[in-house]
């Protein structure tokens, strides 16, 4: 029987607003090449702008539908100035007017940036600043089973603050629904610094987590740091062939903290700087199973006593390498939207050990992006990996590793080809694991609640994007056609699977509002095509911005993670 599941975080609500009858003009920042021949910057002056379709000069009906329909005000210039890394007085140079640029353009509630430099004296030069907003506005929804099953509201740019403002709310059916509330707030305190808490509580366990950021974003900063938290009770799944799935109830308190210091090295910089981290974890001895009824006991032992609890403190030293340059791109990640590709090499690793009696295993970690080519062509690579050293055996135990490599070719204005290669993997886990091939994000479309799961997952994908038309000027339409394979390996996850690779085939209908938004409104159809496969087809509505880092870690196996920061600190492509 088709099974459909209907999913939003939207932009805008695109077909209220196709209404207007008077075209808008298409609104991009001067994009004049910047001259400014080494002069001194004299001033700087700030011009936020409205989103595109809204224009540069809006009528008050466009003002209107701003405030209301997009819940949209334009950001404050105190808002732009935090991480515009540019100075009074500074010596001027062309690469860094556009490495300023592109350091705008990487905050998510600016759609596309300009800076350019006018000349004012002999000596001196006026810098102008021009950032285009995103919409702002966040909505979605579930339908499940004929009713809302959830929803989800809120601001990405609340009242032109920097301020991200989400809630949720979610079915929970037998047990207490789910409320999610998140915050972001970028430019805390006037310096280019991020404030996140995000309040969860599921259906089944809860969580809060905290974090205070000034990611390194660009080679113009000489610090970066992170300091952060988490306390949480989850419920880590594991779906069997037949049953029910079973739950392990896992309590876990994290507190981590670090910065770096970028140091000249030939020219390049190196970053170095101390990292402590805090890490409990407690699993419940038994797992249980979640039925219409509440919480009943198992009716296996596998998964019980398997995992022990465990409590670690750990220092030690972060270091990382950038030698990057940045180029801007279309149609990669968005339908026709612009967006920043790193060229180069970018490394960082972590080394920590381990002090007092309870767990004194030293760590290591280390991120690796790498990435080469051009406007119609472009390769690039992302791994990350960490494990810990138990000392009286050298033994490595709590392996993770995860990435992705892909390859974006552009044939043509209006078409994307983009083959993706992504792994994720865990060895000798302390915490419960399963990777799943119906994972929502992370597994093969059209496989949804699938129970293949194994330690080991890998997926390729590939997908034909055409951008063919627009509405006015308001959006731009496009299609897609795709394929999903996936494979897992049993590793030593309890139910885990090895397993031949499962495909599905799919369809999309994408949609950017406005036409060279970054992000991207889709509905994929996806129909499981491997013996054994689900009989089904499966229909999701999605809206994303894909664009501002090339490789998104899954929630499964994140979850495995350290909680160790350089990830954060270093701020990767």
Same mark, same amino acid.
Request: with cysteine.
């Given at each position: 029987?088709?099974?459909?599941?209907?999913?939003?975080?939207?932009? @805008?609500?695109?077909?209220?607003?196709?209404?207007?009858?008077?075209?808008?003009?298409?609104?991009?920042?001067?994009?004049?090449?910047?001259?400014?021949?080494?002069?001194?910057?004299?001033?700087?002056?700030?011009?936020?702008?409205?989103?595109?379709?809204?224009?540069?000069?809006?009528?008050?009906?466009?003002?209107?539908?701003?405030?209301?329909?997009?819940?949209?005000?334009?950001?404050?210039?105190?808002?732009?100035?935090?991480?515009?890394?540019?100075?009074?007085?500074?010596?001027?140079?062309?690469? $860094?007017?556009?490495?300023?640029?592109?350091?705008?353009?990487?905050?998510?509630?600016?759609?596309?940036?300009?800076?350019? *430099?006018?000349?004012?004296?002999?000596?001196?030069? +006026?810098?102008?600043?021009?950032?285009?907003?995103?919409?702002?506005?966040?909505?979605?929804?579930?339908?499940?089973?004929?009713? $809302?099953?959830?929803?989800?509201?809120?601001?990405?740019?609340?009242?032109?603050?920097?301020?991200?403002?989400?809630?949720?709310?979610?079915?929970?059916? *037998?047990?207490?629904?789910?409320?999610?509330?998140?915050?972001?707030?970028?430019?805390?305190?006037?310096?280019?610094?991020?404030?996140?808490?995000?309040?969860?509580?599921?259906?089944?366990?809860?969580?809060?987590?905290?974090?205070?950021?000034?990611?390194?974003?660009?080679?113009?900063?000489?610090?970066?740091? +992170?300091?952060?938290?988490?306390?949480?009770?989850?419920?880590? +799944?594991?779906?069997?062939?037949?049953?029910?799935?079973?739950?392990?109830?896992?309590?876990?308190?994290?507190?981590?903290?670090?910065?770096?210091?970028?140091?000249?090295?030939?020219?390049?910089?190196?970053?170095?700087?101390?990292?402590?981290?805090?890490?409990?974890?407690? &699993?419940?001895?038994?797992?249980?199973?979640?039925?219409?009824?509440? $919480?009943?006991? &198992?009716?296996?032992?596998?998964?019980?006593?398997?995992?022990?609890?465990?409590?670690?403190?750990?220092?030690?030293?972060?270091?990382?390498?950038?030698?990057?340059?940045?180029?801007?791109?279309?149609?990669?990640?968005?339908?026709?939207?612009?967006?920043?590709?790193?060229?180069?090499?970018?490394?960082?690793?972590?080394?920590?050990?381990?002090?007092?009696?309870?767990?004194?295993?030293?760590?290591?970690?280390?991120?690796?992006?790498?990435?080469?080519?051009?406007?119609?062509?472009?390769?690039?690579?992302?791994?990350?990996?960490?494990?810990?050293?138990?000392?009286?055996?050298?033994?490595?135990?709590?392996?993770?590793?995860?990435?992705?490599?892909?390859?974006?070719?552009?044939?043509?204005?209006?078409?994307?080809?983009?083959?993706?290669?992504?792994?994720?993997?865990?060895?000798?886990?302390?915490?419960?694991?399963?990777?799943?091939?119906?994972?929502?994000?992370?597994?093969?479309?059209?496989?949804?609640?699938?129970?293949?799961?194994?330690?080991?997952?890998?997926?390729?994908?590939?997908?034909?994007? +055409?951008?063919?038309?627009?509405?006015?000027?308001?959006?731009?339409?496009?299609?897609? $056609?795709?394929?999903?394979?996936?494979?897992?390996?049993?590793?030593?996850?309890?139910?885990?699977?090895?397993?031949?690779?499962?495909?599905?085939?799919?369809?999309?209908?994408?949609? @950017?509002? &406005? &036409?060279?938004?970054?992000?991207?409104?889709?509905?994929?159809?996806?129909?499981?095509?491997?013996?054994?496969?689900?009989?089904?087809?499966?229909?999701?509505?999605?809206?994303?911005?894909?664009?501002?880092?090339?490789?998104?870690?899954?929630?499964?196996? *994140?979850?495995?993670?350290?909680?160790?920061?350089?990830?954060?600190?270093?701020?990767?492509?």
């Amino acid at each position: 029987m088709p099974r459909s599941s209907c999913r939003t975080r939207s932009v @805008a609500l695109c077909a209220l607003f196709a209404l207007v009858s008077r075209p808008t003009l298409a609104q991009v920042p001067d994009s004049a090449p910047p001259r400014c021949d080494g002069k001194t910057i004299t001033s700087i002056d700030v011009q936020p702008l409205p989103p595109a379709v809204i224009g540069r000069s809006p009528s008050a009906w466009r003002r209107a539908a701003q405030r209301v329909l997009f819940q949209s005000t334009t950001t404050r210039e105190d808002v732009v100035r935090p991480f515009l890394l540019l100075r009074v007085g500074q010596r001027c140079s062309d690469a $860094l007017l556009a490495e300023a640029a592109r350091v705008l353009r990487s905050r998510p509630y600016i759609a596309s940036a300009s800076v350019r *430099a006018v000349t004012d004296s002999a000596q001196g030069v +006026h810098v102008v600043v021009e950032t285009v907003d995103e919409i702002p506005l966040v909505i979605g929804g579930g339908w499940k089973n004929g009713g $809302l099953s959830d929803l989800t509201f809120g601001n990405a740019n609340l009242e032109g603050l920097g301020i991200q403002l989400v809630g949720r709310w979610r079915q929970g059916d *037998a047990y207490r629904d789910g409320l999610t509330l998140g915050f972001r707030k970028h430019g805390v305190f006037q310096q280019p610094v991020v404030l996140a808490v995000d309040v969860v509580r599921n259906p089944l366990g809860s969580q809060l987590s905290y974090s205070a950021t000034r990611p390194f974003l660009s080679d113009l900063q000489h610090i970066a740091w +992170h300091a952060g938290g988490q306390q949480s009770t989850s419920y880590y +799944h594991f779906v069997r062939p037949s049953g029910p799935a079973l739950l392990v109830p896992v309590q876990r308190d994290i507190w981590t903290a670090g910065a770096v210091a970028r140091l000249a090295w030939r020219s390049r910089g190196v970053l170095l700087g101390p990292v402590a981290t805090y890490e409990r974890s407690r &699993p419940g001895i038994n797992a249980v199973i979640a039925s219409d009824s509440g $919480l009943v006991p &198992p009716d296996t032992d596998v998964v019980g006593l398997r995992y022990p609890s465990y409590k670690s403190v750990r220092v030690g030293g972060a270091v990382g390498f950038r030698l990057l340059s940045f180029q801007v791109v279309h149609g990669f990640d968005a339908l026709l939207g612009e967006q920043d590709i790193a060229r180069g090499v970018q490394l960082g690793a972590l080394v920590q050990r381990g002090l007092g009696a309870s767990d004194r295993n030293d760590f290591a970690s280390v991120d690796l992006y790498t990435g080469a080519g051009g406007k119609s062509s472009f390769v690039g690579l992302r791994v990350q990996g960490e494990g810990e050293r138990q000392r009286a055996t050298n033994a490595w135990n709590a392996v993770v590793a995860s990435g992705r490599a892909a390859w974006y070719a552009r044939p043509s204005e209006t078409r994307t080809f983009v083959a993706s290669a992504e792994f994720s993997g865990a060895w000798r886990e302390r915490l419960p694991l399963q990777l799943s091939l119906g994972d929502a994000r992370a597994g093969v479309r059209g496989y949804k609640d699938a129970t293949i799961a194994g330690g080991r997952r890998a997926l390729l994908r590939l997908e034909q994007r +055409h951008a063919v038309g627009s509405l006015g000027r308001l959006a731009h339409m496009g299609t897609a $056609l795709f394929t999903d394979f996936g494979k897992t390996w049993s590793g030593d996850v309890p139910f885990g699977e090895t397993t031949v690779a499962r495909a599905s085939v799919g369809a999309g209908l994408l949609l @950017a509002l &406005p &036409p060279r938004s970054r992000r991207m409104l889709r509905a994929d159809i996806a129909v499981p095509v491997t013996a054994g496969a689900p009989k089904r087809w499966l229909l999701r509505v999605a809206a994303f911005d894909a664009t501002r880092a090339f490789w998104r870690e899954p929630s499964d196996i *994140a979850s495995q993670r350290a909680g160790a920061p350089p990830s954060s600190i270093f701020g990767w492509p």
